[in-house]
């Protein structure tokens, strides 16, 4: 069910309504029944997926903290009868029983989302090994379908199972409160990938309707539909036809179609985003924030601390961490300093665990050579920003242009033109026809091919770029009055009839110029498919 949709917003509606109706004491089972509903309503089959997931992490992080506690407290009262030696044994041995169950459920888990969403890519270069050395014969392809969310559902299980394993907090004793935190229906989307310590907190609580909360929720949902359908889904109709058609719209116009496209997106996940966080906020419900104006960033490294914050934290604390301090990154920074030298040598272990993480994060995003190119150029692009850190400090020794306006004018565009560049794997249909496209912007660019007929020639009116631009205009001052605080809090501020005007401008402008599809049918949001 797309958020943009009309049998979205009836079912909000419906939901709303009964959420504030019902006796508080059932607010939370009847969000877990509603968000059932939601992903009935999109496949039945998606049921038995979700649910395999939350009933496998429930009791396995369930049995690992009940014997976590159980040994802990035994050890307590009977650690004064053994040698030293004799405690540390059976530690370990405790340790690793927890390991073993830690390990089938993760391993499960992981495995379900790998065999959904990997298999037919795995067939696919298979064959193409076996075409490579004259086989003709390949593998048949697998009907599978693909659970809606499996990756954000399915790493917010995880991220849970690790922190219980790790002793970050103890199991939750209800499965069907666990099962609301896996399901929770804003998020199950597109995200953001909560941690269980954050949105526990709220998710369960008894909540009176509150104004002032049901306000903002509301407003922070029209500034998602805003973004969505009036930028989005407006400059995506010119985004397809620089993509269908590289022919024509290469050199200067694959250019256009990076920033248009740098555009669309940002529009179209905070968008998403904005949704999903004020669906819950309606509801007295606090999810995390998963952007922080991640366009004026200083460089790559800072941009990904702003742009879907929850995914980055997700792959630093779960996999970059235990990576990089494992026993085998331990003896392999012990040899590479030995036999490179202690500058060169320390850096091994972290390069070699920054690219497994930006590896994972490319085909985590989907199960193509694209998205693998995409991530590992990011890791690329920071490595090396990392390594010309002594030259900057000499850049800035020599020009003082450190702190100025200009300068972190420069940083931003720059973010923006890197980012831009290799989000292009997200837009062609393979690896060679991105570099392809990507080099006819310094090939065949040329002011004589920039023409108005051929942007009206991509399907959109002059009147659609001047919407396009004008909210772009919005999006930007909006981002910039963000820098100092809260907007919603600042407008909330200003006096009753002002707060009227933009509010009920922000939604006539969003109903007039909002971009509707066949039926008034929105576009699908792009994290969808991930």
């Known amino acids: 069910m797309l958020f943009t949709s009309y049998g979205f917003i009836g079912f909000l509606l419906a939901v709303f309504v009964l959420y504030y109706l019902i006796p ?8 877990l029944i ?70 089938a459920c993760l391993l499960f888990n992981l495995g379900i989302l790998a065999v959904t969403k990997y298999t037919n890519f795995t067939i696919a270069n298979i064959n193409s090994l076996l075409s490579a050395f004259g086989r003709a014969d390949g593998i048949s392809f697998v009907d599978l379908i693909i659970p809606m969310g499996i990756s954000f559902y399915t790493f917010q299980s995880m991220g849970y199972l690790i922190d219980v394993y790790n002793g970050k907090h103890e199991a939750q004793d209800n499965l069907f409160k666990f099962a609301l935190f896996v399901s929770f229906f804003p998020q199950l989307v597109q995200g953001p990938i909560s941690r269980y310590h954050d949105l526990s907190q709220t998710l369960y609580e008894e909540h009176s309707f509150n104004w002032k909360t049901v306000s903002f ?23 397809q036809a620089i993509i269908a058609d590289t022919d024509t719209y290469n050199g200067f116009y694959a250019f256009a179609g990076a920033m248009f496209y740098a555009l669309e997106l940002y529009a179209d996940f905070t968008g998403g985003i904005d949704i999903t966080i004020g669906v819950a906020e309606t509801m007295g419900i606090k999810v995390t924030e998963n952007f922080i104006r991640p366009y004026f960033s200083k460089n790559i490294k800072e941009y990904w601390n702003r742009w879907h914050i929850t995914m980055g934290t997700w792959f630093t604390d779960y996999i970059f961490y235990p990576i990089s301090a494992s026993q085998f990154m331990m003896k392999l920074s012990k040899k590479s300093r030995a036999r490179l030298g202690n500058n060169l040598g320390k850096r091994v272990p972290v390069y070699l665990s920054s690219f497994i993480v930006w590896f994972t994060t490319g085909i985590w995003h989907g199960a193509s050579w694209n998205f693998i190119v995409w991530g590992l150029g ?32 420069f940083q931003v565009i720059r973010t923006v033109l890197i980012m831009s560049s290799l989000r292009m794997f997200d837009c062609y249909r393979d690896v060679p026809l991105t570099f392809k496209m990507f080099g006819s912007i310094f090939s065949q660019s040329s002011l004589s091919q920039i023409n108005a007929e051929a942007f009206i020639g991509m399907g959109l009116t002059g009147f659609d770029y001047l919407v396009v631009f004008v909210g772009m205009l919005i999006l930007v001052t909006v981002s910039l009055i963000g820098r100092s605080g809260s907007v919603r809090e600042k407008i909330y501020g200003l006096a009753a009839p002002v707060r009227f005007i933009i509010w009920y401008g922000l939604f006539m402008a969003t109903l007039v110029f ?13 994290y969808n498919q991930f």
């Open 34 to 103: 509603a968000s059932y509903i939601f992903y009935f309503i999109a496949d039945p089959r998606y049921l038995i997926f979700i649910a395999i997931t939350t009933v496998t992490t429930f009791y396995g992080a369930k049995v690992i903290s009940d014997k976590k506690v159980a040994f802990d407290g035994w050890f307590k009262e009977h650690k004064k009868e053994y040698e030293k030696e004799e405690r540390k044994a059976l530690k370990a041995k405790e340790h690793s029983a927890e390991k073993k169950i830690f390990l």
């Open 217 to 239: 929720g509301l407003e922070r949902i029209l500034w998602g539909f805003f973004k969505k359908l009036v930028i989005a889904d407006r400059i995506l109709v010119a985004v």
């Open 514 to 526: 909002g971009a509707y599809g066949i039926g008034y049918s929105a576009s699908q949001f792009i």
């Open 378 to 409: 990011n890791f690329v692009v920071i490595m090396i920003s990392q390594e010309l850190e002594p030259f900057y400090r000499w850049f800035h020794s020599k020009v003082h242009v450190r702190g100025t306006f200009g300068w972190r004018l």
């Open 24 to 31: 508080k004491k059932m607010q939370w089972p009847f969000l």
